[in-house]
C-alpha cells in the first residue's frame, strides 16, 4: 500500500509525542526542551512547531494523546459489558487506566503540569459535558438513586476521585494498598454514595450503554483533536 502525507505526518507526530512523553516523566515539564524533544526524535527543532506551535502545545498533546488510550481502553470494557458504563465501575476502570501510565499518573499528582493554554479550557469543557451526558443517562435508566442533582455529583465524584489519585504518596508502605485495591475502594465509595442499594437489572446497563459510548466517544475526538489536530 502507498504511503500517504497524511501516515507520515501522523507517524512523525507520534515520534516526536513519544519523546516528548519519555522527558516529561524524566525531567518534569520545566525542563523539557523543544530541542531536546526534537534531537531524540530524529529531527530538526523546527520541525516540531509544523506540529505545534508552541512548547505548551506540545505538552497538551502529550496529555492528550494519553487521554485518548485511556479512554480507548474505557470505551472497549463498556462495549464488552455494559455494566461497566455504571459510574462506580467507570471510574474504577478510569482510575486504573490512568494509575497504570506513568504520563497520566504524573499528570494527575499535579494538574498544573500542563498550565493554562486556551486549548486546555476547550477540553476542560468537553470533559464537563461528557460526565453530565453520562450521568443523565445513568439517571433516565435508574442507575442513580433519585433525588439528587447532577452537578451536584459531578463534583462529588471528581472531588473523591480525584482524591485516590492524589492520595498515593501519603499511604503507608506494604502490601495492602495496591493499585487494584484501591480502586476498589474508590468504586466502593462511589456505588454507597450514588447509586441504588439494589443492584439494577442488567438490561438497563444495557439500554444507558450506547449513549454512554456516544458521550465518551465525543470526548474521545476533542482529545484526538487536541494531540493532532482535526
Known amino acids: 500500500m502507498a504511503r500517504t502525507q497524511r501516515t507520515d505526518l501522523r507517524e512523525r507526530a507520534d515520534a516526536l509525542l513519544d519523546a516528548a512523553a519519555t522527558l516529561l516523566i524524566e525531567v518534569g515539564s520545566r525542563e523539557l526542551r523543544i530541542d531536546e524533544v526534537a534531537r531524540r526524535a530524529g529531527v ?4 516540531v512547531y509544523l506540529h505545534w506551535r508552541s512548547r505548551e502545545e506540545l505538552l497538551l498533546a502529550v496529555g492528550a494523546r494519553a487521554a485518548v488510550a485511556m479512554l480507548d481502553e474505557v470505551l472497549a470494557t463498556i462495549r464488552a459489558d455494559p455494566v461497566e458504563a455504571a459510574l462506580h465501575r467507570y471510574l474504577r476502570r478510569h482510575f486504573l487506566a490512568a494509575m497504570r ?55 462529588a465524584t471528581q472531588a473523591i476521585a480525584y482524591g485516590f489519585f492524589a492520595a498515593g504518596p501519603l499511604l503507608p508502605a506494604g502490601p495492602r494498598f495496591t493499585l487494584e485495591h484501591r480502586a476498589d475502594q474508590l468504586a466502593d465509595v462511589i456505588r454507597r454514595s450514588f447509586e ?27 482529545f484526538h483533536h487536541l494531540a493532532y489536530g482535526p
Do not use: M, Y
Open 196 to 222: 441504588p442499594s439494589t443492584p439494577p437489572a442488567l438490561e438497563l446497563f444495557a439500554a444507558a450503554a450506547p449513549q454512554v459510548l456516544a458521550a465518551f466517544a465525543e470526548l474521545r475526538t476533542e
Open 44 to 47: 530538526g527543532k523546527g520541525t
Open 101 to 155: 501510565r506513568p504520563l497520566l499518573r504524573s499528570l494527575f499528582a499535579d494538574p498544573a503540569l500542563l498550565g493554562a493554554h486556551p486549548a486546555r479550557a476547550g477540553v476542560l469543557a468537553a470533559k464537563l459535558v461528557a460526565a453530565r451526558a453520562h450521568l443523565a443517562a445513568l439517571r433516565e435508566h435508574g442507575l442513580l438513586r433519585p433525588g439528587q442533582d447532577l452537578a451536584d455529583i459531578d463534583h
